[in-house]
Each structure stands twice: as C-alpha cells, then as structure tokens.
C-alpha cells in the first residue's frame, strides 16, 4: 500500500469514529509540547553548564539569547507564507526536521557566535515556527469551537513547562549539556515526524468536511460556508489596511511584552518587596496549575461572548497582573498573584490562535499569523528592558510596573472598537 494509501486507510478509520478535528488536535498538541526544546523554560537549565564550559558569562549568553530571539522573530513572516502555499502539512514536517537538527548542531558549540546560531536556529524553529503551524492547523479545522480547540491545544505547552526543565536537567547531570541536547534532538524527531506524516491534512475541505465537524449542507451560525466553498479571508497587504490588524498586534505587542517581563524578573521583584527567593521560585507551579485550569474556560468564553469584550477583558488581566505583583508581600499574596499570572498566561495563549482567523478568515491565515506572532515576538524580545533599567537606576521595579500597566489598558479601550472587516464571513454571532 503507498503512503497516500495508508494516510488514507487512517483517516478513514478515524473519521468514523469522531470529527477528524480532534485528531488533528492532539498532534498540534503534541507539536507544542516538543516546542519546549525551543522555549524559554528549558534554557534556564543549560546557561550554567554552557557558560562553564564555554567561558562565557551570564551576560554574553543573555545576550546571544536576546538577539537570537530578535532575528527569529523577523523569519516568522517568511514561515507565514511557506504555510499559505505549501500547507500545514509539508511545512511542520520540514520544520520539525530542521528543529531537530539545531538541537543536534547546538550541542556542538564551540564559541559563542556558533551558540548564538543555535540560539537563533531553535527560537526560530521552536518557539516559532513550531508553533506557528500547530495554531494554524487547528485554526483550519475548529471555527465555532476555535477557542475551546486552541485552549486544549495549549495544555501541550503547559505539559512541556512541566516537563522540559526537569527533564533537561537530568539530561544535563548525567550525560552533559553537549549530549543533552542531541537526546532532546532525537526525542523531538521521534515524536513528531510519524504522526505529522501520517495524521496530518492541512484542511477540513481537502477531504470533503467542513470546521467543528458540521453538516456539509447546513448552515450553522458562525461556520465558514459549505465544504464546497474555499476557505474566505483577506491577504496580509489587504488585512494590513484594516484597523482591525493594528488594534489586534498592538494587543498581543503589550501582553507578550508584559507577560516576559513578568515571568524574567518574577524572583527580582518579589525579592525587592521582601519575598524569600525559594518562597518566589513556588509561584511558577502555582501560575502553571492555574494555566492548566483556565484555559478551557478562556477559551468558551471566546466561542460564546462577544470576541471583542473577551479580549479586553484579557488585557485587563495583564493590567491587574502588572499591578498585582507589586503589592505582593507574603505567601498569601503570592499566591493571589501567582493565580492572576496563570489565568493571564491562559488568555494570552488562546487570544494568539483565535484572533487572526476570527478577524482575517483561513485563506491566507498562515501570512498574517506569522506577521502576528513576529509582532509578539518582538515585544517579547524587548520587555525585560524597562524593568531591567528600573533595578538599575532605582533598584526596585514597582512603580514602572504600575506605569507599565496603562499599556495594556489603553489596547483593552481600543478592542472595545474591533469589527470584522468586510469580506471576512463567520463569527458575525461574536459581534
């Protein structure tokens, strides 16, 4: 039987039994979970080690990060477009390939030019493109159900925040930084290649289906047309002429912007304000756990409530969580803001996915997608800057945080005026 053959005998087999969405769920799930190799969350683990070895400070490894982050952010556009004409399917497989060989090639370093590339290769890759095509596959399969899907989706990131640092920190204790990072490689390579291969269809209407799994001749309030019918949507030169584009990237721009800053120097500024370092380091599992919770419940709320009223709302939720942290001042505290932070991390999470196809349609979702996540990119590359100065020149971040958090209020005032632009059909009952 050929390959074609086979993929077709399992999609069979598995659109019989349910909507063959969920499927493509789950392996977008599991494309965020191997994301983690990418992520900032692992990272931590290795600057020790990789500084020892290398002779590199603290400083110059933060550094490569950093830069290596600002260069990855600029591909995602060109990402974008491979997605738009060559589909989900041969672009994540080509992705994941070349992900886990930067894993391989970045334990090879020699210096630190060859560990900025790597650096750059993995974020590019990673905490890129990886993602960007695991969105926009379940974008492409979910539109009533979208925000639900994209909130299920992202328990894979959650579980890779859980499992990635530990991981790599007994990679690193008993077979070293070098070798660690040819064992995540291998791992990453083994877990996604077979079922993108095999699972994997790049949308509902290739195989004669319709989003959410709906009837191919009913019309259902919110659905995106009849399966015979191409996805609708706008191209990234016309999207870029809605203001509809600038009120959503400049949304994600602060919330990225704020949520790295917070997550970067969350020790620091609860140590300025009097917190042990051991009790601060207990928040994360408490943000991550409420994440996990959350999520689903951000993302019915995306489905069901008035798309622009959910997304102030989320950005509100990064305004209180700016405000939040400095005010914490005991364990109990800490925990209230340590719960804030995770529903903030929820919403930002599934506003990524949802937004672009809710306001831009699923045409050429995957050139505005990644023109969306350069933008979030780019705030992330760029928020630890105030609060870092602010340690610097005053030695506590409290009242630039709370200046900060005039940001995201004034975007949440904004998405209050959010339209669909005209020639975008579905999510006219989120209005």
Known sequence: MTDGGVRAAVFAAISGRWFYGWTILAVAGLGLFASGAGQSHIFSVFIGPIGGDLGLSKAAIGSAYGIATLGAALCLPYIGRLLDRFGARRTTAVVVLLFGAACLTLGAAANLIWLAAGFAALRCLGMGALMLCCTNLVSQWFSRRRGFALSLMALGFAAS????????????????????????????????????????HDRPEDKGLRPDGDPPETAVAGAEGPATTAPNGLTLREALRTSAFYIVGAGFFTTTMMATALHFYQVSILGAQGVAAEIAARAFPVSALTMVLAMPFVGRLFDRWRTRRVFAGGLLVT????????????????????????????????????????????RHLGSIQGMGQMIGALGA?????????????????????????????????AALFLRTPAGVRGGEHLE
């Open 161 to 200: 925040m859980a499992i990635h640092p530990p991981l790599g920190q007994y990679l690193v204790e008993t077979v070293g930084w070098r070798r660690a990072w040819v064992v995540l490689g291998l791992l990453t390579l083994a877990l996604l290649l077979p079922p993108i291969l095999l699972l994997v």
């Open 381 to 413: 590359s760029l928020g630890p800057l105030p609060v870092g100065l602010a340690f610097d020149l005053t030695g506590s971040a409290a009242a630039t945080l709370r200046l900060l958090a005039l940001l995201p209020l004034g975007c949440a005032v």
């Open 319 to 362: 305004g209180g969580a700016l405000v939040g942290v400095t005010l914490v001042h005991d364990i109990r505290t800490v925990v209230l803001y340590a719960m804030l932070f995770g529903v903030n991390n929820a919403s930002t999470m599934t506003m990524f996915g949802y937004m672009w196809p809710r306001y831009f349609g699923r």
